[in-house]
C-alpha cells in the first residue's frame, strides 16, 4: 500500500474536526500534507500548528479542486486523497431552505465525485494511490432529522462501490470510511442521546490504517458494520420505534445557540 513517509497527501476540509486530526496523523508519519478548505485562515492557522501546507478550496468548484491538486502534487505526483469536507442541516425535510439542502449535497456528495474523479486518471497512468470518501454511519442508516446528509452519505458509499470495481486490476485502492457521530462542529448542539460518539482522532486513525490495508469499506467503531443489514433487513415501522429512542421524539432535534456559530459558518456559500 503507500508508505507515508514523504508520501503527497490531501485533505478537504481540513481546517477543523476530523480533517485537521486526520492531516495531523498523516504529518506525523513523515507525509506532506496539504490541507484544503474554504476557510483560508483556519486552514493556515491549522498547517502552521501541525506542520502542513493550506490552500483555499471552494470542493464546489471544479476549478478550485483542480487547483487544490496542483497545489498537493507541487510538481509531483499525488499519493493520497482524502475526500472528506462535509457539512450537516438538522432539522425537519420540509422546514430546511432548498438553497441549504442543495448546498449539502453539492459538499457532501458532488464534491466527492469532482474530487475523485479529477485525481483517478493520474493514479491509474501510474498505477499508484489511495483515496478515502468520508461518509458516515449515516450512508448505512437512514435518520429522520437529517434527511439530505443521509442521502448524501448513501450516495459517497454508493459511489465509491461503483468505482471500486472499476478499479480492479489498476493498482489504485479507494476506501469509504463510515464514523459515527464525532464530537466536532458539525455535531454542535446535537442531540445525540444513545449514539456512540468519537474523538476526531478516532478516524483519522481508521483513515490513515486504510492507506496500508486498503479494506473497501471500514465502520468506525468497527462493531457497527452490521448496521447497513439491519436498515435493510428489518421492517421500516420496527425500526422508526428504535430510531425513535435513540434520536428523540423531535428529528434532528438541536440546540439553536449552541448550533448558530456553526450555520453561520457553513450554510453561506
Not at 508519519?29 to 486552514?43: E, P, Q, S, Y
Not at 510538481?75 to 469536507?85: F, P, T
Not at 432548498?98 to 448546498?103: K, M, N, P, S
Amino acid at each position: 500500500m503507500i508508505d507515508l513517509e514523504g508520501a503527497r497527501v490531501g485533505v478537504t476540509g481540513g481546517a477543523r474536526g476530523i480533517g485537521k486530526a486526520t492531516a495531523a496523523a498523516m504529518v506525523a508519519r513523515g507525509a506532506i500534507v496539504t490541507i484544503g478548505d474554504i476557510d483560508l485562515d483556519a486552514a493556515t492557522a491549522t498547517a502552521d500548528e501541525i506542520g502542513a501546507r493550506a490552500n483555499l478550496l471552494d470542493v464546489t468548484d471544479a476549478t478550485s479542486f483542480r487547483d487544490f491538486l496542483v497545489a498537493i502534487a507541487d510538481g509531483d505526483d499525488i499519493d493520497v486523497l482524502v475526500n472528506n469536507a462535509g457539512i450537516q442541516i438538522m432539522g425537519r425535510f420540509v422546514e430546511n431552505s432548498l438553497d441549504a439542502l442543495h448546498r449539502e449535497l453539492a459538499i457532501n456528495l458532488g464534491a466527492v465525485v469532482t474530487g475523485t474523479r479529477l485525481v483517478l486518471p493520474h493514479m491509474i497512468a501510474r498505477r499508484r494511490g489511495h483515496i478515502v470518501n468520508v461518509s458516515s454511519m449515516a450512508g448505512k442508516v437512514s435518520t429522520p432529522g437529517m434527511a439530505t446528509y443521509c442521502a448524501s452519505k448513501f450516495g459517497v458509499v454508493a459511489l465509491s462501490r461503483a468505482i471500486r470495481a472499476e478499479l480492479i486490476g489498476t493498482g489504485v485502492t479507494l476506501t469509504t470510511v463510515m464514523p459515527a457521530a464525532t464530537r466536532t462542529d458539525l455535531t454542535s448542539g446535537v442531540t445525540l442521546r444513545l449514539q456512540p460518539t468519537l474523538d476526531p482522532g478516532d478516524v483519522a486513525q481508521a483513515i490513515v490504517a486504510s492507506t496500508r490495508h486498503g479494506r473497501p469499506e471500514v465502520t468506525v467503531p468497527r462493531w457497527l458494520a452490521p448496521m447497513g443489514l439491519v436498515e435493510q433487513g428489518v421492517p421500516e415501522n420496527l425500526l422508526l420505534g428504535a430510531k425513535s429512542l435513540v434520536g428523540g421524539r423531535e428529528p434532528g432535534a438541536f440546540d439553536p445557540g449552541q448550533r448558530k456559530a456553526y450555520l453561520d459558518r457553513t450554510t453561506t456559500p
